[in-house]
């Protein structure tokens, strides 16, 4: 099957629904099938664009989700009209109910122990018949060839199918890269969803979400941390944006002409 994309600056972007998207990660993880996805945000595309190994491991990733609401409408303007968002933390609660419902056991990867432990709890509370085959917090520093070795058997002969990977972009995506083929599950990178999930960090309301606002929502919570991550990617995307729509439309012109 050749899974859909389209193409926003330069990554191409899953165009399937949601529900369309889990199915294909749930089929994958019930063969224990080696695979990446990407769950791609603006700061994530704008970054590809400079670090040009980001770049090649969105290039080949099985999956880009676009989360993020400017990811949606390019997509939609490039005419995948009922594109809808896919987001980390629908991702996560979906394939988690699907996981449960096939007896498929998942494994958390990241972020901090009092942080999985929360996730544990909350994950059984909420899907009581999924199957938590383990946690792992890694060192916060570069991984050791011992490490990563030893993280591999850790998840291969705990079954899981599924893993969640919360490492922040983009050392989460070369993490996994670098894993592809070697650890037996379908490798998602979720970011800061964790956090989320566990309360640490308050969930934007449904209407500023779809309203494409999340952005300062987050910003108004974390303004230090986050002010030059937004001032360097969003002016960046909006202006690439642009030139590919420009491009496709001096194109389109020109077929006229011709």
């Not at 899907?127 to 383990?134: D, E, H, Q, R, S």
């Amino acid at each position: 099957m050749k899974i859909p994309t389209a193409e926003v600056i330069g990554i191409p972007v899953t165009a399937l629904s949601l529900k369309e998207q889990v199915d294909l990660m749930i089929n994958w993880a019930q063969q224990r099938s080696s695979r990446i996805v990407c769950v791609a945000n603006v700061h994530m595309l704008v970054e590809s664009h400079w670090n040009s190994h980001l770049h090649k491991i969105l290039q080949e990733a099985d999956l880009v989700t676009p989360d993020g609401m400017p990811l949606v409408w390019m997509m939609r303007v490039l005419g995948i009209k009922t594109q809808e968002r896919v987001a980390g933390m629908d991702i996560l609660l979906a394939s988690c109910q699907q996981a449960s419902n096939h007896k498929i056991p998942v494994y958390l990867f990241g972020s901090t122990q009092e942080v999985l432990t929360c996730m544990k709890n909350r994950l059984e509370s909420d899907f009581p018949n999924l199957k938590i085959a383990g946690l792992e917090s890694p060192p916060f520093r570069p991984f050791t060839e011992m490490e990563i070795s030893e993280s591999i058997e850790r998840i291969n002969s705990s079954g899981a199918g599924l893993l969640f990977v919360s490492l922040g972009c983009p050392k989460q995506e070369l993490w996994m890269a670098n894993q592809l083929g070697k650890i037996q599950a379908v490798m998602i990178g979720l970011g800061g969803v964790f956090p989320v999930y566990t309360g640490d960090k308050r969930y934007a309301p449904q209407w500023i979400r779809d309203s494409g606002l999340e952005w300062l929502y987050r910003l108004l919570q974390e303004p230090k941390r986050l002010f030059i991550r937004y001032f360097t990617t969003i002016p960046p995307f909006v202006w690439l944006a642009l030139r590919q729509l420009k491009a496709k439309y001096t194109k389109r012109q020109a077929l006229k002409l011709d």
